[in-house]
Structure formats: structure tokens, C-alpha cells
């Protein structure tokens, strides 16, 4: 069993919108950039985010995502329940009839893994989370209280020998 890039993803930008949102709403695209996911994966990410009422969309200049409900009730395992991540280290998707309509040896041993890591994960909130990346990004010298959501594009400075040449 393992976490697919789609709910480590959908983690991944989930924080990042909550470390932002209190300026405002976050632009997909400043995610995209900053975290290096696809913008077309985070537009088919946040659509199930917001289905799920685990954020909310705002069109139109200044408009972006912010988080649907506070980031203390909203868990990880809500987040990647949202993206539709299965979470099952059995091999029959959780049936009681693996082998033979017969459960298998290890059956109990995985449906019990099942539950102790939706237990965990279900105890952990994106708040929890968020908190966690200031704390890191604090002790790296990052003013947090003033990170926010560039709505322009980071340009990169064109290097010196391929500046277009003015008459």
C-alpha cells in the first residue's frame, strides 16, 4: 500500500492555501508555481476539494481558493477521501472473501493497518500541519506573517548575454 502523488499533492497544496489564504484568496497557479504540481492536476484536485466543501472558490480578478471550513475540523484522511486516494493495504479492497470467497491469511493483519492509519490520520489536521510549516519556516528565517500570494508572476531575471539588444 502506498500514498499516490494524488493525495500527497492534495496535502501539499492544501497547506500551502492555508498558510496564504489570510490575505485573501490564493491563485491555483501561485500553488502550481510554488510547489511544482501541474496547474491542470490542481485544477482537477481542488475541483474535488470544493465538491467536498473543503474549500471554496472565488472567480474574477483577486479571486482564487480559500479553505471551505476552519483548518482545525478539516483532516488529512478528509483531504485525501476528497481526491478519492483509497487507503486499504488489503489486496481484495477490504472484502471479506479474498481467497477462494474465503478470507485470505493476512486479512485481518491489513484491515487492521486499514484502521490505524485512518485512525492517524483522521488526528491529524491541516491546522496541525500549518502550524508545523511556520514553526519550520520561522527557524529558516522566513518572515511568516508576511507570506502571501504573489498574483503576478515570478519572473526570472534573463541573464545578462541574452538581453535583447536596444538601437
Known amino acids: ?21 489570510h490575505h485573501g484568496p490564493v491563485t491555483l497557479a501561485a500553488i502550481s508555481q510554488r510547489q511544482r504540481i501541474s496547474l491542470s492536476y490542481l ?4 475541483g474535488k476539494l470544493r465538491r467536498h466543501g473543503l474549500v471554496e472558490s472565488t472567480r474574477g480578478p483577486g479571486g482564487g481558493y ?5 483548518a482545525a475540523d478539516v483532516s488529512v484522511a478528509d483531504i485525501i477521501y476528497a481526491v478519492d486516494e483509497p487507503l486499504d493495504a488489503t489486496q481484495c ?3 471479506e472473501n479474498c481467497d477462494n470467497d474465503q478470507r485470505c491469511m ?23 500541519l500549518v502550524e508545523q510549516q511556520k514553526q519550520r519556516l520561522a527557524q529558516q528565517g522566513v ?8 498574483r503576478r508572476a515570478v519572473r526570472r531575471p534573463v541573464p545578462s548575454d541574452k538581453q535583447p539588444v536596444m538601437s
Open 1 to 21: 500500500m502506498r500514498l499516490t502523488t494524488k493525495g500527497r499533492f492534495a496535502v501539499t497544496a492544501m497547506i500551502d492555501l492555508g498558510l496564504r489564504q
Open 43 to 46: 485544477e482537477q484536485l481542488f
Open 66 to 70: 480559500t479553505l471551505g471550513r476552519n
Open 106 to 128: 493476512t486479512h485481518d493483519l491489513w484491515a487492521n493497518l486499514n484502521r490505524v492509519m485512518v485512525d492517524f490520520l483522521d488526528s491529524v489536521s491541516l491546522h496541525d
Open 93 to 95: 479492497g477490504g472484502k
Open 143 to 150: 518572515n511568516v506573517a508576511q507570506l502571501h500570494d504573489s
